[in-house]
């Protein structure tokens, strides 16, 4: 429902990273991709090497703290929304836990599309 609500903004697109990696292979993927009717030029689903896909998460989209150095190739799950501009910048978290409880889940939604409208319009 999220990429219906964005697919006719040309500066929006979704990125998820798989969780795990060793088991979504990128047929994998593609099948899920086609059974959850994910539009492919609005949200690309991407795997890679474990640690790189751990790394980017939690230094690149602070999706979780490390308390210590053996958690860094820990599983790394996050239910937020990262919105990041077009310049690689985090500009928002959303929550998105609550997205099926309709008063919660519609409050972070619109919040969301109001903050990628704002930054569509006022990003150089």
């Known amino acids: 429902w999220l990429q219906e609500r964005i ?3 040309p500066k929006v697109m979704l990125l998820s990273h798989s969780v795990t990696p060793d088991i979504d292979s990128v047929p994998v993927l593609k099948a899920y991709a086609e059974k959850k009717g994910v539009i492919d030029n609005k949200w690309n689903l991407v795997t890679g090497n474990k640690k790189d896909i751990y790394y980017i998460a939690r230094k690149s989209y602070l999706a979780v703290k490390t ?4 958690e ?3 599983m790394v799950h ?3 929304f990262i919105l990041v501009d077009g310049k690689g ?3 928002g978290f959303y929550n998105g836990t609550n997205l099926d409880k309709k ?3 519609e409050k972070n939604v619109t919040q969301l599309l109001e903050d990628i409208n704002w930054l569509s319009e006022n990003e150089n």
């Open 89 to 91: 910048r985090i500009r």
């Open 103 to 105: 008063v919660d889940g």
């Open 7 to 9: 697919k006719n903004n």
């Open 72 to 74: 860094l190739y820990d």
């Open 67 to 70: 308390t210590n150095s053996t």
């Open 78 to 80: 996050t239910e937020n």
